[in-house]
C-alpha cells in the first residue's frame, strides 16, 4: 500500500493506494528540449532515457491519468497531449488540468489542450 499526503486548502489529506494500481515516474534532471518540435517529442516518447517506452509499460484496458499544467506554463501541451493519446487509445484515460491559481473554465482547458480534443467534467 503507497500512502501520501495530498495539500488542499489549508490540510493534508491522506490518500491510500494499492501499489499494484499505481506506477511511479520519478523526476530526473536532463537537458530541457529548446524547442518543442514534433519530431523532437516523437523521439522523446518512442525512446525515453532511462524507462521503457510507453509501448512496453502500458497494457490495453490499463487506466491512466494524464495531470496537464495551465496556461502559465510554457508547456506546449496541445502537442503532448495529441501524441500521447495516440500511443495510449486502447486504454481508459482520465486528462486533469492541474490549475493551481484559480478555478478554470471550459475555455480555458480548450485554449491548453487544442481543439480537436474533447472531454467532460
Known amino acids: 500500500m ?3 499526503g495530498l495539500a488542499y486548502s489549508d490540510e493534508i489529506l491522506k490518500a491510500s493506494i494499492p501499489s499494484g494500481n499505481l506506477k511511479i515516474v520519478e523526476r530526473r534532471s536532463y537537458p530541457p528540449l529548446r524547442n518543442w518540435q514534433e519530431g523532437d517529442v516523437r523521439i522523446a516518447l518512442d525512446s525515453p532515457i532511462g524507462v521503457e517506452s510507453l509501448g512496453k509499460s502500458v497494457s490495453k484496458g490499463d487506466r491512466i491519468a494524464i495531470i496537464i499544467d495551465d496556461l502559465t506554463r ?7 497531449l495529441q501524441m500521447l493519446l495516440g500511443r495510449l487509445k486502447d486504454s481508459h484515460i482520465v486528462v486533469v488540468n492541474a490549475s493551481a491559481f ?3 473554465t471550459r475555455i480555458v482547458p480548450s485554449v491548453s ?4 480534443i474533447v472531454w467532460s467534467s
Open 102 to 104: 484559480k478555478t478554470s
Open 74 to 80: 510554457h508547456t506546449p501541451v496541445s502537442l503532448l
Open 113 to 116: 489542450v487544442g481543439a480537436s
Open 2 to 4: 503507497f500512502e501520501m
